[in-house]
């Protein structure tokens, strides 16, 4: 019986929550340039699985679920555009720290730290983004932005890093929203876009930050059935001020 009902969790989780590589980006913009210079882009085999963002020198911060494979993952760095034809920075990923309670995106959890294998040299073209010091909730309504690599709502396949504006939504109508859809939400999670708006995240744009007022508070985790025109349901983000301590842990521990 306890064999049944983790089959049965896994396959709701696979029909409900769509948290997928190849993540799109919708009704958003070309990011202007030399701005967002913490994204990361995470590969698999030096194609886009993942977005990510570094916020620390030996640092990459993004979803936990982007890690389905034993295959070694490396990110590229310092530029807006991914096309593999162009000489970015690549560093190879030497240390996957998943958080230990991940199991899959419908139970939360869903943060992962990557440690690079060398130190990336800080410059005008690579850099940090701070992560909030404490647990401390945004307030809905908060203007943000979120940004990624992947397909727009077009579904053109594009290299160049896309960004979208969207608001913070009170986490009890968001709780609310997902109800209908009979989707109870995890715990630690925050909801932005994707709900009465014509912008946001499609699958997520996997891994990316939820930037608002220059701090990452927010890591896309997933969406509601790949519905990207547009979802009826708030898009839902792991809240990074959740898991500070254990972010701080893992890097002095591993330092």
């Known amino acids: 019986m306890k064999v049944l009902h983790m089959l049965l969790a896994a396959a709701f989780s696979i029909l409900t929550f769509n948290a997928a590589?190849?993540?799109?980006?919708?009704?958003?913009?070309?990011?202007?340039?030399?701005?967002?210079?913490?994204?990361?882009?995470?590969?698999?085999?030096?194609?886009?699985?993942?977005?990510?963002?570094?916020?620390?020198?030996?640092?990459?911060?993004?979803?936990?679920?982007?890690?389905?494979?034993?295959d070694q993952l490396s990110v590229v760095l310092g530029t807006q555009n991914i096309d593999p034809n162009r000489d970015n920075l690549r560093k190879y990923v030497e240390t996957k720290y998943k958080h230990p309670s991940f199991k899959n995106v419908s139970l939360g959890f869903d943060i992962m730290l990557l440690k690079l294998s060398d130190k990336v040299k800080l410059s005008k073209a690579v850099k940090t983004i701070k992560i909030p010091s404490k647990k401390k909730p945004v307030k809905p309504k908060t203007k943000c932005q979120v940004a990624g690599w992947g397909r727009s709502e077009t579904q053109k396949v594009v290299n160049d890093l896309l960004v979208a504006d969207v608001s913070t939504i009170n986490i009890t109508e968001c709780k609310k929203q997902w109800n209908k859809v009979d989707v109870k939400l995890p715990a630690d999670i925050m909801c932005a876009g994707g709900y009465k708006t014509?912008?946001?995240?499609?699958?997520?744009?996997?891994?990316?930050?939820?930037?608002?007022?220059?701090?990452?508070?927010?890591?896309?985790?997933?969406?509601?059935k790949k519905n990207c025109d547009y979802p009826n349901v708030p898009n839902v983000y792991t809240e990074i001020s959740a898991y500070t301590d254990w972010i701080m842990k893992v890097i002095k521990g591993d330092s």
Request: some cysteine; charged content about 15%; hydrophobic content about 35%.
């Open 21 to 70: 590589y190849g993540e799109e980006i919708i009704n958003g913009k070309k990011a202007k340039k030399n701005t967002l210079m913490y994204m990361v882009s995470v590969q698999l085999n030096n194609k886009h699985i993942c977005g990510g963002f570094l916020i620390n020198p030996s640092y990459v911060l993004t979803a936990a679920h982007c890690d389905e494979s034993c």
């Open 198 to 224: 014509k912008s946001g995240a499609c699958k997520g744009d996997s891994g990316g930050p939820l930037v608002c007022r220059g701090v990452a508070v927010g890591i896309v985790s997933f969406n509601h």
